[in-house]
């Protein structure tokens, strides 16, 4: 079975940063994607960032392209989402997810499994 474990999260001010980790248990993740996303208090959950295990090609929410950076340590099946330049903006819930694909999907539904979320919260 399938396990996502987050980790990371924490109240910050604007301007800092954070990394969050994502650690994946229950099978091979080789030729997986592995996600971010976030979802505020009232609003719908979004797509963060996205990298394949195999290959490492990504993909990034406009929103975060130039402060954000996803990258993935194969030998822990771990995912991590380095966050820099904080904004009030993005705080939320981060949630990791993982699914069988060739191409980072930035669709939730493109995912079968997701871990149980980490509090980011970002003051100004």
């Known amino acids: 079975q399938v396990q996502l474990v987050e980790s990371g999260g924490g109240l910050v001010q604007a301007g800092d940063s954070l990394r969050l980790s994502c650690a994946a248990s229950?099978?091979?993740?080789?030729?997986?994607?592995m996600g971010w996303f976030r979802q505020a208090p009232g609003k719908e959950r979004e797509f963060v960032a996205a990298i394949r295990l195999s290959g490492g090609s990504t993909a990034r929410s406009n929103s975060v392209k130039d402060r954000f950076t996803i990258s993935r340590d194969n030998a822990k099946n771990t995912v991590y989402l380095q966050m820099n330049s904080l904004k009030p903006e993005d705080t939320a819930v981060y949630y990791c997810?993982?699914?069988?694909?060739?191409?980072?999907?930035?669709?939730?539904?493109?995912?079968?499994?997701w871990g149980q979320g980490t509090q980011v919260t970002v003051s100004s």
């Open positions: 229950g099978r091979t993740f080789v030729n997986y994607v």
């Open positions: 997810a993982a699914d069988y694909r060739s191409i980072p999907g930035m669709r939730s539904y493109e995912y079968a499994y």
